[in-house]
């Protein structure tokens, strides 16, 4: 599987990444509104002084005079110290005020007024002009009325409101931030549920997943559905599979074998004899190996849909002992029996039950010598023992923790065929019902094999 990253953090990252956007257009646009509004702000104040000037000025015997008012100029303090400059100019002379102070390009129409932003004595300032007409109509004169101020008032202004508008930005950003990792979460919660729903399922619960799922993501829930039912059916063609090949390779196999015996019986030459005993052993560990394996496979299949049926665990046992009787009877052993009167109940498959005994009850009879016992037990407690003891050679040196993996034999069993999946097929099964395998060594010699429930 590749994995290219996560949802989740990329989900949050584009959130984060638009409240940042959003953050940085809200400090620009706050910043940009409130130059405009101190800005208009001086501009009204500026005006106001400017008018206030021109109101004062009045015609005397054809003389122009102005009582300068202290207002006009007054109201344009701020704490900031700016600096005011004024000019009042009749008929494009000097009256009063800074006489370099710069006069507007065009002269305004009577009531309007010119606003401009230039340098002035080496600083920025902001400039209003206003007109009057002055004197009797036939010889009136044009008054032109400039009003100036430094700007480190609006400045000061404009910092303090992009500072606080910063300040409101960075809090919005993190609230912003902390609500995208909660809607990123949020989003992504269905997928999280689901995921859970599939993760708390057993290896062979195919069921359709029926839990609440967005609309997005109906098309991969109905894909993943329609691959489990391919899946189930794939599975049940297996183990369906599984159980005929057990059947079709025994079948043969145990044919071929007959047939080796009487061709072997009828033989006279010691070499013909010697190569049909050979072949009757490559068929005895060929047939021996298949049907291990196959049932190997079959109890892995069956593991993952265990079968729960009351089960009588003695007639169990015994139908198991009558099948194996008649190949203990060919090496002259004894199969002795102590099962108790009342039935044994369990909760299991019988299959899987039934060839954990057989393997169980045949390595028994395979490793012990002729002539010899192997004795049955069935016991119920606090649990439930069932036992099977021989009195054959045992597991050597064997590791007896290891003994139960595949593939695994005793040290001393190597002339005799086998595949070493008879005890590892024993302790599957009574692990997949809730038990386990014990294995130990009999004082009097042979070894001793329980499942335990």
């Known amino acids: 599987m590749k994995v290219f990253g996560s949802i989740r953090r990329r989900l949050f990252f584009q959130l984060a990444g638009v409240a940042a956007i959003l953050t940085l257009v809200f400090i620009l646009v706050v910043r940009g509104v409130a130059e405009r509004a101190a800005e208009g702000t001086q501009d009204d104040i500026l005006t106001a002084s400017a008018t206030a000037i021109a109101d004062s000025l009045h015609s005397e015997g054809g003389a122009i005079t102005l009582d300068l008012p202290y207002s ?26 800074y006489g370099d102070l710069p006069l507007p390009d065009l002269v305004p129409n009577l009531g309007a007024r010119v606003v401009a932003t230039l340098d002035y004595r080496g600083e920025p300032v902001r400039l209003v002009s206003v007109s009057r007409r002055i004197g009797p109509a036939a010889n009136a004169t044009t008054a032109v009325i400039t009003v100036a101020q430094t700007r480190q008032g609006l400045a000061a202004i404009s910092q303090q409101i992009t500072w606080t508008a910063t300040g409101v930005g960075i809090v919005f950003l993190l609230l912003a931030t902390a609500l995208s990792l909660w809607a990123a979460n949020s989003a992504l919660a269905p997928i999280s549920r689901l995921t859970g729903a599939v993760t708390r399922r057993g290896p062979s619960d195919m069921r359709p997943v029926r839990a609440e799922t967005p609309e997005e993501l109906v098309p991969l829930v109905e894909a993943l559905n329609n691959l489990m039912a391919r899946l189930r059916a794939s599975l049940s063609r297996t183990e369906d599979f599984i159980t005929e090949a057990a059947h079709r390779v025994r079948t043969p196999l145990a044919t071929v ?16 004899k010697q190569a049909i005993r050979e072949m009757i052993r490559a068929i005895d560990q060929s047939s021996r190996s298949a049907g291990q394996m196959l049932d190997h496979a079959m109890v892995t299949f069956r ?4 079968a729960r049926d009351t089960l009588d665990l003695r007639a169990l046992l015994a139908e198991t002992c009558d099948r194996l009787e008649p190949t203990a009877e060919l090496k002259d052993i004894k199969v ?32 012990s010598p002729d002539e010899s016992d192997i004795t049955i037990t069935l016991q119920q407690g606090d649990q439930i023992r069932l036992s099977i003891s021989d009195q054959g050679r045992g597991f050597g040196n064997a590791d007896l923790g290891e003994i139960t993996k595949r593939y695994q034999r005793g040290d001393n069993v190597g002339h005799v065929v086998g595949s070493g999946l008879g005890l590892t097929i024993a302790e599957e099964v009574a692990r997949v019902h809730g038990g386990r395998l014990d294995i130990t060594h009999n004082q009097e010699g042979g070894a001793c094999v329980s499942l335990l429930f």
Do not use: C, W
Not at 257 to 272: D, G, M, V
């Open 72 to 97: 006009a100029l007054s109201m344009l303090g701020t704490l900031n110290q700016d600096r005011v400059f004024y000019r009042v100019s009749v008929a494009g002379e000097t009256l009063t005020g």
């Open 257 to 272: 074998r007959s047939q080796a015996e009487i061709t072997h019986r009828k033989l006279n030459k010691p070499h013909h």
């Open 303 to 306: 593991s993952d849909a265990l």
């Open 336 to 367: 002795l029996r102590d099962l108790p009167d009342d039935p044994v109940t369990l909760l299991g498959d019988g299959i899987l039950l039934q060839a954990a005994m057989m393997n169980i009850l045949d390595n028994a009879i395979k490793y």
